[in-house]
């Protein structure tokens, strides 16, 4: 008879959108969090470097099943550059490579070629990624002094806007599509304009449908005080799962549709005004999942929460 293991922690379901804090690793806030709240589930959305701020949304229990939408999202940030000088790492972590003179440009001569770094483009990752190579993360074969060559990837830049520029500091606004290295971009942008360059800060302002104002403050605790304090700080800012999926209309089904969808089969519901993802929630306002609404008008099922989390809503 094999008698299956007891999970560790607590069932709990929803999405804490957290303001990382600089010098904190991506994984080293989740892990902090997870044991904060004795969660038995948690998963983040897409590391940050550990230079940078900001929207790190952790999905916990059954709102890890649409982590993946997280993590293909776009993304906006603001970074500030700084110009005349190029790092090993592209950012202020790295050492020094090459120091040259900045140019005296004017703002329009700076929005000229911003206008290059806009749109569809290329780019070849940092070797200081978390991309992995043959399942070791890039980035430690960099510190290893290892390079290895990587391919292109394609990206969108949405918006690119200069904020400020003092010389030699730019600070500039991007909203980009997954995949995205802002550390590449600055790089690119200092090539451009003749002196080099390198990210001072990064803050990630959006993530998908999160923002700053979602987020809640990460404090570290050290005893079982701090702990409780903590967990109830972010209990109390804990959202529903569907929060991450809230950019999909919603369709409301009835009794019967509701049934048959839990059971993973295509219903139709019309009249429906367009193809494409959507919210399903059943007849008592609860949240089952995301469906596909197809071009005959039927809507199947795409990613559903399980029948025992439903049942313990």
């Given at each position: 008879m094999v008698v299956a293991r007891r999970?560790?922690?607590?069932?709990?379901?929803?999405?804490?959108?957290?303001?990382?804090p600089q010098d904190w690793t991506s994984n080293a806030v989740l892990q902090k969090v997870k044991y904060a709240l004795n969660a038995q589930k948690a998963g983040h959305t897409g590391a940050?470097?550990?230079?940078?701020?900001?929207?790190?949304p952790l999905c916990f229990g059954e709102a890890t099943k649409f982590s993946q939408l997280l993590l293909d999202s776009d993304k906006e940030y603001v970074t500030c550059a700084y110009l005349g000088r190029t790092t090993t790492t592209s950012d202020a972590e790295g050492d020094i490579i090459t120091e040259?003179?900045?140019?005296?440009?004017?703002?329009?001569?700076?929005?000229n070629i911003l206008k290059q770094f806009r749109g569809?483009?290329?780019?070849?990752?940092?070797?200081?990624?978390?991309?992995?190579?043959?399942?070791?993360?890039?980035?430690?074969?960099?510190?290893?002094?290892?390079?290895?060559?990587?391919?292109?990837?394609?990206?969108?830049?949405?918006?690119?806007?200069?904020?400020e520029y003092t010389q030699p500091y730019l600070r500039l606004r991007v909203l980009c599509s997954k995949g995205t290295y802002i550390r590449n971009l600055v790089e690119d942008i200092g090539e451009v304009i003749g002196c080099g360059a390198h990210v001072a800060e990064l803050r990630r302002?959006?993530?998908?449908?999160?923002?700053?104002?979602?987020?809640?403050?990460?404090?570290?605790?050290?005893?079982?005080?701090?702990?409780?304090i903590a967990a109830e700080r972010y209990q109390q800012r804990l959202l529903p799962v569907d929060s991450s999926v809230r950019q999909f209309p919603e369709i409301l089904l009835d009794e019967a549709n509701t049934g048959s969808i839990i059971q993973g089969?295509?219903?139709?519901?019309?009249?429906?005004?367009?193809?494409?993802?959507?919210?399903?929630?059943?007849?008592?306002?609860?949240?089952?999942?995301?469906?596909?609404?197809?071009?005959?008008?039927?809507?199947?099922?795409?990613?559903?929460?399980?029948?025992?989390?439903?049942?313990?809503?």
């Open positions: 999970k560790k922690g607590v069932p709990l379901d929803g999405v804490l959108v957290v303001d990382k940050l470097d550990p230079l940078a701020t900001g929207v790190l040259s003179p900045v140019p005296d440009l004017s703002i329009s001569e700076l929005k569809n483009l290329k780019q070849i990752p940092s070797m200081y990624s978390a991309l992995k190579h043959k399942g070791t993360p890039l980035y430690k074969l960099a510190r290893q002094g290892i390079e290895v060559e990587r391919e292109a990837r394609d990206i969108v830049i949405h918006e690119l806007e200069l904020l302002t959006r993530c998908g449908p999160f923002a700053l104002e979602d987020s809640v403050s990460f404090t570290p605790f050290e005893d079982e005080s701090g702990r409780q089969r295509t219903v139709k519901i019309s009249p429906l005004s367009s193809e494409g993802r959507v919210r399903l929630y059943s007849n008592e306002r609860r949240f089952i999942g995301l469906g596909e609404v197809m071009s005959d008008g039927t809507v199947k099922p795409v990613r559903l929460l399980n029948v025992s989390a439903l049942s313990a809503e």
